[in-house]
């Protein structure tokens, strides 16, 4: 990364990761064919697809975003021959815990390093309680070792923590359950499980921060259209807002009221964000975000933002480093089980481009300064964090020397493409693979 640069342009990043998910795991259940278009071609949204083809599903693609499943009902999933491999991706193994929890075949679901140290006591809980046999680790990771179980029941829970991981999880599991399954938020998270079943045709109860659901019912394949990921899309909304020139036009991302964090938080601290042509897409809204460059100045990040922008403080700390004043976040002790310890990561990177970034148990502080490089202090570890090492890409258009970024190959994870994008428009940047 060598420093300085504006971004300029307009692109469509890649198709949301979260619904990414979600379509290939309500299409395989449902009855019929669903043809999906605009998904994520990105290493943990492939996991996801793989992982039902060795459950016997026919699915076509992904060729240019476009994948064609045909659905084989709540019953016709099939007994994998061997144990099934998420790679880094989180939302593949909660989501699927909670799918393959009412199955009537057993299944163990395995994940590399970093997978293997994330906390799964927070979905094999809540599967308990319904009935669901799921083995871990003693210390509560995976590999998830599912027996099948006669029959799952309904439960009644309150998440303990503010995860949609956990609420999809249990919903999923809730399909397969005798009578109702209920689940409520502490906050809001992202509903895209709740808006997709309603699309498949399954009917869903909301309530506030409360939704239910009744087992035993059907889905029915149809068509979807995945928006951009505004989570991808956070990376350019930063780059655009801290290097002065920036104009960008960020198309067809998703703007579902649980995820806009990002951009609540960026306009709290003065950036110049429009959405244009807000619209609605495969049951999701969705517009065009044009960003401006602007001088940012530091907030106290209200903590209803936090479940908004949970994915997106990474991007957020480097807009933070380079904001006038002081950035607070309080409350968001879940990054330091996200990927990577987010806070720990990110504060020991901002520390070495000598940033004024003091890490607490469920948050950070962190003073605006100006970027330094890494040639005195070495290459910023992005911990094999996708985010991280994105994040850490944007700062280059501040800094005053080169920025060298290592363990990056996962970027591959939820942004394929990301270096090229960037580059074109108009980012200092250089991929090297070892
Ligand atoms: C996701 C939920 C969030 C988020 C993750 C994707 C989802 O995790 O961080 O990247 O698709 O449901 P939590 O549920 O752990 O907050």
């Known amino acids: 990364m060598t420093p300085g640069g504006a971004l300029t342009g307009r692109w469509r990043v890649p198709g949301d990761k979260s619904i990414s998910h979600r379509a290939i795991m309500l299409a395989a259940i449902a009855e019929g064919e669903t043809r999906i278009s605009g998904f994520l071609e990105g290493a943990d949204a492939l996991a996801t697809l793989a992982v039902f083809r060795q459950l016997g599903v026919n699915i076509d693609g992904p060729d240019g975003g476009l994948v064609r499943v045909r659905g084989v009902g709540m019953r016709g999933l ?57 083995a871990t680790t003693a210390d509560g990771t995976a590999p998830l070792v599912i027996t099948p179980t006669a029959q799952l029941k309904g439960v009644d829970y309150a998440l303990p923590v503010a995860s949609a991981q956990v609420k999809s999880s249990v919903l999923l599991a809730g399909l397969y359950a005798n009578g109702e399954t209920c689940v409520t938020e502490p906050a809001r998270t992202r509903d895209h499980t709740e808006r997709m079943l309603t699309t498949f045709g399954y009917s869903i109860r909301r309530q506030g921060l409360r939704v239910c659901l009744t087992g035993g019912g059907r889905l029915s394949g149809c068509r979807l259209t995945i928006p951009a990921d505004i989570s991808s899309a956070a990376f350019f909304m930063v780059g655009a807002s801290i290097a002065p020139g920036s104009d960008v036009l960020l198309e067809e991302v998703g703007i579902n009221p649980t995820r806009v964090g990002i951009v609540n938080i960026l306009r709290a601290m003065g950036a110049d964000i429009e959405l244009i042509d807000r619209r609605t897409v495969g049951g999701e809204p969705v517009a065009d975000i044009r960003v401006c460059y602007a001088p940012l100045k530091g907030i106290q990040i209200p903590v209803d933002q936090v479940p908004l922008a949970i994915d997106e403080f990474p991007a957020i700390f480097i807009a933070a480093a380079c904001a006038e004043g002081e950035t607070i976040l309080t409350g968001a002790a879940e990054l330091r089980v996200k990927e990577s310890d987010r806070i720990a990561v990110m504060a020991n990177g901002l520390a070495q481009l000598g940033i004024d970034a003091e890490p607490r148990p469920d948050g950070i502080r962190i003073i605006g300064g100006q970027l330094g490089s890494t040639a005195a202090t070495g290459a910023i570890d992005a911990h094999g964090d996708h985010r991280v090492a994105m994040a850490f890409a944007m700062a280059g258009l501040r800094a005053s020397g080169i920025i060298e970024i290592h363990d990056c190959a996962n970027v591959e994870t939820s942004f394929p493409g990301f270096a090229t994008l960037a580059a074109n428009s108009g980012l200092n940047i250089v991929e090297q693979r070892v």
Do not use: Y
């Open 78 to 134: 099939q007994a994998p021959a061997e144990a099934l491999d998420l790679g880094n991706s989180g939302t593949s193994m909660r989501l699927l815990a909670g799918l393959f929890a009412g199955q009537t075949f057993p299944v163990t679901l395995t994940g590399d390093v970093s997978l293997s140290r994330r906390p799964m006591r927070r979905v094999t809980e809540p599967l308990a309680l319904m009935g669901a046999q799921i």
